[in-house]
């Protein structure tokens, strides 16, 4: 996969996704990121990127031409998309990372200040993209979450003991809790069950806690979850425990 990304901050994308597992692909080369500096297109002597908006108000446009500029200098591969970040975007989740990651090359344009010159979005972009309700800086970190997300799911990327599939949300329910050693710390003691060496009933445990943090936590994810008959009896109890006040968990 390639990732080309438009940007007036291109060492953003220099050092953080050459770490850790990213770092990896990179290194291996299934992963290529390549940052694009808006910047370096625009056409005035003070190489400026935003002007103020038309009908006036608050804030900052971002000029037309150097995103135009650097979207041409992109060389483009048969299977390629160009993003827009921005709050006014579809939101970004696994379904969206999966359709991503059967591309070859993803375009990344991102926005700063208010927003980019509309006519950017309709000569250039095939999809705008948001990362969530939350108001950042500007498309940067957003860009590097897709990144990150959409590099998983590319074969050979995550190492051979577990598959991306297995990963939270694939099944539709947040994970179970994980222990490691010691069997005691700070005098929290490890679940018997998950040192009885019995893989039937630590398998039922698991899933019962995932099913309960689920319920707790994100109840908006039970009802996409694909669940058992099991499944479904288990969390009848639970709820029922619930209203009759018997906390635990
Ligand atoms: C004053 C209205 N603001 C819209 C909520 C303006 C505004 C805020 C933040 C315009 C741009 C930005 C910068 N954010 C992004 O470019 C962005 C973003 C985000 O802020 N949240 C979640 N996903 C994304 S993707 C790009």
Not at 34 to 39: D, K, L, Q, S, T
Not at 122 to 141: F, K, N, P, Q, T
Not at 238 to 245: A, I, N, P, R
């Amino acid at each position: 996969m390639r990732f080309d990304v438009l940007t007036i901050f291109p060492s953003l994308f220099e050092h953080h996704p050459r770490e850790g597992i990213l770092g990896k692909a990179i290194e291996k080369g299934l992963v290529e990121i390549y940052p694009v500096n808006i910047r370096d297109y625009a056409l005035d002597p003070h190489r400026t990127t935003d002007d103020r908006p038309y009908g006036g108000g608050e804030g900052m446009v971002m000029k037309p031409e150097p995103i135009y500029g650097a979207l041409e200098s992109v060389e483009r591969k048969d299977r390629s998309i160009v993003l827009l970040l921005t709050p006014q975007g579809e939101r970004f989740d696994q379904a969206m990372a999966r359709e991503l990651a059967a591309l070859e090359q993803i375009i990344l344009v991102c926005g700063r200040y208010e927003g980019v010159d509309e006519r950017i979005r309709e000569l250039c972009i095939d999809r705008e993209v948001s990362i969530g309700d939350y108001v950042l800086s500007g498309g940067e970190l957003a860009a590097l979450v897709i990144i990150d997300a959409v590099s998983r799911l590319i074969p050979g990327v995550l190492g051979g003991e577990r598959s991306a599939e297995e990963d939270s949300f694939s099944d539709g329910l947040l994970e179970y809790p994980h222990y490691t050693r010691p069997r005691e710390f700070q005098g929290l003691r490890v679940p018997e069950v998950l040192l009885s060496g019995d893989h039937e009933k630590i398998r039922q445990w698991r899933r019962a806690e995932s099913l309960k943090r689920t319920l707790a936590r994100r109840p908006d994810l039970l009802e996409k979850a694909r669940l058992t008959p099991q499944d479904l009896a288990l969390l009848e109890e639970v709820k029922k425990e619930l209203q009759g006040g018997v906390h635990q968990g």
